[in-house]
């Protein structure tokens, strides 16, 4: 047996190869027990001990040696007195191996009377819910937890913690020492922060201006259950902010859970900002939010589940784009067009979407249209039709020529990209992809050419060349470049296209020649500072 606490058989090789280890027990480093100490998590994945939120290692000088038999102890003392209303007071890890044999086993009948026993108990430590009847309780410390990878299949356990607002907290880890230059450089410490505001049991959300968001909260134990606990079976996409599963709350009501990733390019700000606009907002073309979950590890936002996805799922695709024939394609234009009006005009609020795209356009049961993600979305006061930022978010090939390059923001710049969506949508093409690079630089410039050639008709899906309706295709192409236009000020508002697409027979503007912007290098994240890091071109 050597310091790793493994018992080890060897044999001699030679002088240069030197032993050969061919048996140890335990087979790994993470099953010899109580080898991270008393409330410490050993990562088999990554070969490391961790501390658990609002607890940090014993002896840093025995850890940067790489002995973690000391273990964690507490940042925050418990103190039973401190806590009135349990807001949040849990850290929870979704895929652990547990503790030794739990000192209690009781029957509940719920998950939050699992959890409510743990709190009014001053000595219990952690608790885990089976999800039928069986609540597990643990008190002193905790030895022997095991960070499991996504294959292994693991249980959740929840851990008091030590902070009585149950507010803020921080996750400490310690990386064990690689070979080589990492060990000569030592261990270093990571802190992860976030914080968010509750009022008591109710779980009231507040915004920036202490007004109280109308949005139900949802306890992470009814999403846990609801979702399988996140398993990849009920993954049904993934965006920028990160997974969205399929839920199935009680009464079979399905919910889609949009969960942010630790490695998101989006944070929390851009979900409370989400949280605060969509829960003004009620339109049968906006995706309806049904509640949220903002706790100490995880930040959740719960949909209506859209059955058929995004819309582009179905125009991308070259088997399923069959499924949408002319008049749904022609519906689902109409129905986009009718959301982003009641945003611009006709809601308590102006809001600006800036991230309008194909992806963000969802598709219930019947094929209706519904705007979906409003984490970049930003409200603009009074009359007022546009602002400024220093900072340009969006995705490219949407984004309009002067909030690309300039970072001017309006609803034209929405319109911009309404323009681009029905071009993709009349076309099965992505605005971004290549389009006979000889004399085109995308959809938007090959559509120009089309259209001032008078063929553009040809720009339509093939499929749906023989059965759709022609003047309403080059209709819905003329609006669109009316939408693509360079100057704002030329580009119609909303409402306009709706008068536009719906009328028959009504004469149109014509369009004037659309601006390219053409990257000439390629950016991979999507939030970025113009005024470093953007290299565009405007083609007139």
């Given amino acids: 047996m050597d310091v790793s606490g493994q018992i080890k058989q060897l044999t001699w090789l030679n002088n240069s190869a030197g032993w050969n280890e061919f048996w140890a027990r335990p087979s790994q480093q993470c099953e010899v027990y109580g080898y991270c100490g008393a409330f410490g998590v050993c990562d088999n994945v990554n070969s490391r001990c961790n501390c658990f939120s609002v607890f940090k290692p014993r002896s840093d000088r025995e850890w940067n040696s790489n002995d973690y038999s000391s273990g964690c102890v507490r940042n925050v003392e418990l103190q039973c007195s401190a806590f009135t209303v349990d807001n949040d007071s849990f850290w929870m890890n979704?895929?652990?191996?547990?503790?030794?044999?739990?000192?209690?086993?009781?029957?509940?009948?719920?998950?939050?009377?699992?959890?409510?026993?743990?709190?009014?108990?001053?000595?219990?430590?952690?608790?885990?819910?089976?999800?039928?009847?069986?609540?597990?309780?643990?008190?002193?410390?905790?030895?022997?937890?095991?960070?499991?990878?996504?294959?292994?299949?693991?249980?959740?356990?929840?851990?008091?913690?030590?902070?009585?607002?149950?507010?803020?907290?921080?996750?400490?880890?310690?990386?064990?020492?690689?070979?080589?230059?990492?060990?000569?450089?030592?261990?270093?410490?990571?802190?992860?922060?976030?914080?968010?505001?509750?009022?008591?049991?109710?779980?009231?959300l507040r915004n920036e201006n202490n007004e109280v968001i109308d949005v139900p909260y949802f306890h992470l134990e009814t999403i846990l259950?609801?979702?399988?606990?996140?398993?990849?079976?009920?993954?049904?996409?993934?965006?920028?902010?990160?997974?969205?599963?399929?839920?199935?709350?009680?009464?079979?009501?399905?919910?889609?859970?949009?969960?942010?990733?630790?490695?998101?390019?989006?944070?929390?700000?851009?979900?409370?900002?989400?949280?605060?606009?969509?829960?003004?907002?009620?339109?049968?073309?906006?995706?309806?939010?049904?509640?949220?979950?903002?706790?100490?590890?995880?930040?959740?936002?719960?949909?209506?589940?859209?059955?058929?996805?995004?819309?582009?799922?179905?125009?991308?695709?070259?088997?399923?784009?069959?499924?949408?024939?002319?008049?749904?394609?022609?519906?689902?234009?109409?129905?986009?067009?009718?959301?982003?009006?009641?945003?611009?005009?006709?809601?308590?609020?102006?809001?600006?979407?800036?991230?309008?795209?194909?992806?963000?356009?969802?598709?219930?049961?019947?094929?209706?249209?519904?705007?979906?993600?409003?984490?970049?979305?930003?409200?603009?006061?009074?009359?007022?039709?546009?602002?400024?930022?220093?900072?340009?978010?969006?995705?490219?090939?949407?984004?309009?020529?002067?909030?690309?390059l300039n970072g001017y923001f309006s609803i034209k710049s929405d319109v911009f990209s309404f323009g681009v969506v029905v071009l993709e949508i009349v076309s099965g093409r992505r605005n971004n992809g290549y389009y006979q690079s000889e004399e085109a630089l995308n959809l938007i410039c090959y559509a120009w050419k089309l259209w001032i050639d008078g063929n553009a008709i040809q720009l339509i899906e093939k499929s749906l060349l023989e059965s759709c309706n022609r003047e309403e295709v080059v209709k819905c192409i003329s609006v669109a470049l009316l939408c693509v236009q360079e100057d704002p000020n030329n580009r119609p508002n909303i409402s306009d296209v709706i008068v536009m697409l719906g009328g028959d027979g009504m004469s149109l503007p014509r369009p004037n020649r659309p601006a390219f912007v053409i990257r000439t290098h390629t950016l991979i994240i999507g939030e970025f500072d113009y005024n470093h890091t953007l290299n565009n071109h405007l083609l007139v």
Avoid at 120 to 149: E, P
Wanted: proline share 3%; hydrophobic share 35%; with cysteine.
């Fill in 94 to 204: 979704s895929s652990m191996s547990l503790p030794a044999s739990p000192d209690t086993n009781i029957t509940v009948e719920e998950a939050s009377k699992c959890r409510s026993t743990c709190f009014n108990d001053c000595s219990c430590t952690a608790y885990t819910y089976d999800g039928s009847d069986t609540c597990s309780i643990w008190t002193g410390d905790l030895f022997n937890l095991q960070l499991l990878s996504k294959n292994e299949t693991g249980r959740i356990i929840y851990v008091k913690l030590g902070s009585p607002q149950g507010s803020f907290s921080y996750i400490y880890y310690r990386r064990r020492m690689a070979k080589g230059a990492d060990r000569r450089k030592g261990n270093q410490g990571i802190q992860i922060s976030h914080w968010h505001k509750v009022n008591g049991e109710a779980k009231v």
């Fill in 225 to 404: 259950a609801a979702t399988d606990n996140f398993s990849d079976a009920n993954k049904v996409g993934e965006g920028g902010f990160g997974p969205v599963y399929k839920g199935m709350f009680p009464g079979e009501k399905e919910i889609a859970v949009k969960r942010l990733s630790t490695h998101s390019g989006q944070g929390i700000d851009e979900l409370m900002n989400e949280v605060t606009l969509i829960a003004k907002l009620q339109h049968r073309n906006l995706v309806r939010l049904l509640g949220y979950c903002i706790n100490t590890t995880e930040q959740i936002l719960l949909y209506e589940y859209m059955p058929n996805k995004s819309l582009d799922t179905f125009i991308f695709d070259g088997s399923l784009s069959t499924l949408l024939d002319w008049k749904k394609r022609y519906d689902v234009i109409l129905g986009v067009a009718r959301g982003l009006a009641y945003l611009h005009h006709d809601s308590r609020l102006r809001i600006i979407h800036r991230d309008l795209k194909t992806s963000n356009i969802l598709l219930d049961e019947a094929m209706n249209p519904k705007i979906s993600d409003f984490g970049l979305a930003r409200i603009v006061e009074g009359t007022r039709t546009e602002a400024k930022t220093m900072k340009v978010v969006g995705t490219y090939g949407y984004m309009s020529p002067e909030y690309a």
